[in-house]
């Protein structure tokens, strides 16, 4: 049976659209006057020696960014869009990324090879240089990798009679890459994207525009002779050993082809161990998108390489092949409004047709079905093509004011909201700022539970779990467990010598009445021992009445069946965040605030801090917008003030009461000028309940006294597990200090030691 | 100002009971003949050399269990009686504890002095068995330790002019000491509980019955010419220094006395470091009270204490301690129901009335005006003191017959509900099973969260916290974290190539029904993704139509925002306990159900089955009671039975559908019986999660299979962290296995290597 009598027979729900996906960009590093970088790859990023994400290609400024396997088309970009980010906001700010596949105006000599360490690839290139070119190594594009579903093939081979799975999934592959080259000429008419070269580009003249450059033989493809066969894989395999070994191809990968197999570090292992995945190498750069390649590109791809399995193979596969090479030629040389040549268009209703029937036999939706209508509409009307859509941009035969605004706009876009990750939004702040952290320092990452906050961390063959970005394997299970409970934290806390407030724990009314002569001439809070949401509090700064004494035991005894009566302890209070027994932050936090000029009113106050870009909604910003609802304004109306008054010169009036960052409240970085002896005070208290990354809570009545363990001058209210990192970072006052690149350093020591090479 | 007076400033609500408390008690260990016993001192305890809490005393027989201090007397209380359940179960079933002062019958040759590692201690044994002969050494008895409260000690230095608190402390604590000395009759007559010696004890006649041979000359008491003067701290410390160096003495613990300062290392170091509390060591066994002691004894002479703090201090000590050694030498020698002579009358008026100041200044309520109230009448009336109590049970001059019966009650006692620890019965019954292996280890506890099951667990200087009985340091924080989360825990289980169900995870009922053509064919398993109480789970043995399968998606998700769908797996599921790589526990669960005989009823086997020792509610035992509520009757109505219908001879009828334990279901321990290719992949399972104490619950459906990673012939459903233990230690089936010593021997490994030393 044919593989196209195979897919007939599969049942329509048989999961067609199952398969993994990865993308790989091109892009080079350009000064924001367009001009090619001549700095070095920067060194903020993990080596690439190692760097599964960020790499170079064939130039130091050459930038390569590569995905990691996606189950859908959707999660490829996804992953596209972040490691962009990465890359956007590592570069300099001096420089932007390039959207074009045909570089800006370049000298041969501007351009360096990459300066890796490994020998063979500096090597390489050299050689690559010499033998082709600086400038053509200069083209960047987009290669879309595609591995067929599991259950899509294994269904496919539960149909054939077939018994060897990899024999079945070769022929698959090869099947599908002959028809890809055969119509490759689709790829070039629908999504070519280099219809000009800049001057001096080429040394010849050249008819432009065109529709690609880059997928015509002006792009870097192999010299002439080098011909190999796709008519069965041996012949393939031999034929670029051969190559290789008469010296006319220095390695496998010097064999540029619109398509290659992949998935074995040698190809003759593609015989007995099998391809897992093609590589399609002919995309052009999508300028109009910032990561270079759209959703329907990347959906209408698939489509056509499934429409290539369900098209017949070609008899006389070389010879075909050799047709559709010289007809993808035509058609990328072509002026991008000419109409399709006729032997194109004769094809053309070859893959409608099997386009159409994939649609009907496997019942795809309206998206797939539009999908399909656009491709045949392109294919009447050129005007719809991606390099007809270039045409009004091109001046004076460049596109370089073009390429250089979107690029531009591209890199303003990647430095808002630098506290998020783009594409992953909805994740918790501090989990984002480390999956940035891992990328840029080029450690795999794995999301395996998004609404948890679950993240799989490796380097070669160390593996690390990250929930919530700092619950990690360096701390132990007790512990945490400890600091969550209030009555344990203070006994380990005071048996260690560390200062907590006095109290006690009841669980009855009876034994908290029984307590009050002990207090009854003391400032004190009574709490639920579990503070959720700080509900149920009750804090006496005069001495309590035994009568109010017992209301406030009542209200903490509605939300908890444990209730602390605790010593109220005057003072500021300090969030000092601790990893690993050093204080790396000190954070202050006031309750929502505004202070005024004398011109302004509260309400313009309030708009114009909110306007803090780090100001946002729901926790996915470090700072909330400050609210004038009822609260706020019932603040205002007790200390005598509507959001219309204007607030006097340097007068400071609170919206708050409370502190929390949650309710509009300011976070104050302190963390250079909170006096070391707090500072190593705090470390010792976590490392005293052996806690790795820890949140420590101090009231500090006198910052200016000196702490020390005999008279420390302040007093532990709490031990935060799991603290929160992106506080300290992105604050509404003061630097802000980094943190979570520090927890990725001590999780993967090796790599810090790996940074200073290449 | 003298004490008194600094007591009558305070202020009523002052914590004049505030108090730190700590109890020793000597026993005997003699066969079930009243034998003393020939055998070793039990080796499953740990090593004499640092267990804290059981040791022995001048005998190897001779068992000293003591307490860690306590804040109160019932805590005391309790703590011994843990103690003494750990005792009474590593001594041999066939020896108890003997529970009087005075030894049963023995010949001095019959003594062996305990086999210390300690050669010190050997050597001072060997020393006073010399020179005090070895029988008056097996006399044992209770020291009862105390030290003032905090708070209290405070409140009384505030009240005085004093400015030196370590001096303060110490000139309460010797006017302590001195009253007690002067007052120790009183002690003897109320709670004197020596009244004969058996046969061959004494070479000489002696009267008999008395109060108290222990508490007289005859007792242990130093050589006459000892002589140590209690007039002022320095004298007494000077005195004893004197003795030793003379060579009357061999060390500062050999001069007996009923009250010892405590708190130093040498007595010197009370001058300048101070005295931190007291020690009364002239109680005798109370053989009516399984610990020794009784709750109203700790809390009169509690009170007894502070009014000899209240009394006025003697003028002439040594001279009036004379007087009292000599009044409490008549007193202890006299018949039990001999009324007080005059002298002692005289004195009881001074003591009641500082017991009702004491009760009216600091309005202390019913319990302690009661206790005043009973230890006035028992002066008045001999009939109601210890001593007498006991003339009832002395047979032909011997008490053998009753101390005998009384050792075997309690050693029965300590054998019911073996799975639990005496006193703590509120506890898990994990979290009590580890206390009662630390404490038989010699760990040093402290229970820092009784409702949490947060414990402190040290050796030296090695600390370990433990929650819920295996919640520990070994395992790391984020290894929990993933197993509590299904989705994680079967993404890294299935990259480490273990079985787990195929299936996903939905976050909302479209994406759920696009996954319908995968499964229709399938056995199939809904449920939320966290399946709290079991709600919300729908399981189709058969594939589900389309209409059914929404059904459970809606179920599922009306218990949770995400759900799972996984293929059914059919087979039993075992679950195995995991501990640092190593499978230690296989158990089978199965629902509630009795086997029949062909001769009782339903409900008579379900009576029958909760006879069961291990039977009880509410997880407070290791299964629980077979109820016979309507649906176990609906199920039974179901296979067509009644409770009163006779079950045929081996016919099985469940009562339950779920084979919770908590339902009345049974443990069946299968450890032995599993083949051990299912137990190390199990263990390896564990192991590349990361974790050191884990649950694995396996499908099996044929347990024939040897499983091999390649081949498992099993599937993993779930790993759970913090297992429950117990379940598989007390089983209603097959022998049980011992996890918590395991557990503890893992937290501090250094404790194994000492254990065959003594």
Not at 141 to 153: A, F, P, S, T
Not at 205 to 219: A, K, Q, Y
Not at 562 to 573: D, K, Q, R, S
Request: proline share 5%; with cysteine; glycine share 6%.
């Amino acid at each position: 049976m044919t593989i196209n009598q195979l897919l007939q027979k599969l049942e329509s729900t048989s999961p067609i659209l199952q398969a993994n996906f990865g993308i790989e960009r091109e892009s080079l590093r350009v000064d924001r006057q367009g001009q090619l970088a001549q700095t070095p790859h920067p060194s903020c990023l993990g080596a690439r020696s190692f760097h599964p994400y960020i790499q170079t290609d064939f130039c130091e400024f050459q930038m390569e960014l590569i995905t990691p396997v996606a189950k859908s088309t959707t999660e490829a970009r996804r992953l596209l869009g972040a490691i962009t980010d990465v890359t956007g906001r590592s570069i300099s700010q001096d420089e932007v990324l390039w959207p074009l596949s045909m570089p800006p105006r370049i000298k041969a000599q501007e351009i360096q090879v990459a300066q890796l360490e490994n020998e063979f690839e500096r090597h390489y290139r050299n050689y690559l240089a010499e033998k082709y070119g600086t400038k053509l190594q200069a083209i960047s594009g987009i290669h879309y990798n595609m591995e067929l579903g599991k259950d899509l093939v294994e269904a496919l081979f539960q149909e054939s009679d077939q018994t060897d799975m990899i024999a079945f999934k070769n022929a698959l592959y090869l099947k599908l890459a002959q028809n890809y080259l055969r119509y490759r000429w689709v790829i070039t008419y629908l999504f070519g994207a280099a219809p000009i070269a800049e001057q001096g580009f080429f040394d010849q003249e050249v008819p432009e525009p065109v529709r690609s450059f880059r997928n015509s033989d002006h792009g870097y493809v192999n010299k002439e002779e080098i011909q190999v066969s796709f008519d069965n894989l041996e012949d393939y395999v031999s034929d670029i050993e051969t190559y290789i070994a008469n010296g006319d191809l220095i390695a496998e990968k010097e064999f540029y082809s619109a398509v290659r197999f992949r998935g074995q570090k040698a190809n003759r292992s593609f015989l007995d161990k099998g391809i897992t995945y093609l590589e399609f190498r002919n995309f052009d750069l999508n300028p109009f998108e910032r990561i270079g390649i759209s959703q329907t590109t990347m959906d209408t791809v698939h489509l056509l390489i499934l429409a290539f399995l369900w098209l017949d193979s070609p008899e006389n596969v070389d010879q075909v092949l050799a047709q559709g090479h010289a007809l993808n030629e035509k058609i990328a040389l072509s002026h991008p409004l000419e109409p399709l040549p006729d032997q194109a268009m004769t094809e053309t209703k070859d893959i409608i047709k099997a386009l159409d029937q994939l649609v009907q036999h496997f019942g795809l939706g309206d998206y797939h079905q539009d999908l399909v209508k656009q491709v045949k509409a392109t294919f009447a009307d050129p005007k719809q093509t991606l390099s007809a859509q270039l045409l009004p941009y091109i001046k004076d035969k460049s596109l370089a004011d073009f390429a250089l605004n979107k690029a531009l706009a591209y890199q303003d876009y990647d430095w808002t909201a630098h506290y998020a990750l783009k594409g992953y939004e909805e994740m918790e702040l501090s989990t984002q700022m480390l999956l940035f952290d891992a990328i840029q320092k080029g450690i795999n990452f794995d999301i395996l539970d998004e609404q948890d906050q679950f993240l799989k961390l490796w380097h070669k063959d160390h593996v690390e779990y990250v929930k919530n970005g700092n619950m990690t394997s360096k701390d132990n299970y007790v512990v945490p467990l400890a600091m969550a409970n209030k009555t344990v934290t203070k006994k380990i806390l005071a048996d260690a010598g560390f200062p907590v407030p006095a109290g006690d724990e009841f669980t009855s009314l009876e034994q908290g009445l029984a307590y009050y002569p002990l207090i009854k001439n003391k400032q004190i809070v009574v709490k639920p021992k579990s503070t959720n949401f700080g509900l149920g509090i009750s804090i006496f700064q005069e001495p309590a009445s035994l009568e109010n004494y017992q209301k406030a035991l009542e209200i903490a005894f509605a939300e908890d069946t444990a209730v602390l009566v605790e010593e109220f302890i005057p003072g500021t209070e300090y969030r000092f965040f601790i990893l690993d027994g050093h204080c790396e932050a000190v954070l202050l936090r006031v309750a929502a605030n505004v202070v005024g000029d004398g011109k302004h009113t509260i309400r313009e106050l309030v708009a114009h801090k909110n306007a803090n870009p780090l100001r946002g909604h729901d926790h996915r910003s470090p700072l909330e917008i400050i609210a004038l609802g009822d609260i706020e304004q019932l603040m205002l109306a007790q200390q005598g003030y509507t959001p219309d008054d204007i607030l006097p010169d340097g007068e400071k009036v609170n919206l708050r009461r409370n502190s929390n960052i949650s309710t509009g409240g300011d976070s104050i970085d302190v963390t250079e000028t909170m006096d070391s002896s707090y500072q190593e005070l705090a470390a010792a208290m976590a490392t005293s309940m052996g806690a790795w990354a820890c949140g420590v809570d101090l009231i500090i009545p006198d910052e200016t006294q000196i702490a020390s363990k005999e008279n420390p001058h302040c007093t532990c209210i709490e031990l935060n597990f799991n603290p929160s990192m992106y506080m300290h970072t992105y604050c509404a006052e003061g630097p802000g200090q980094a943190i979570t690149p520090k927890i990725l350093d001590k999780l993967f020591p090796e790599l810090v030691a790996l940074k200073h090479q290449n």
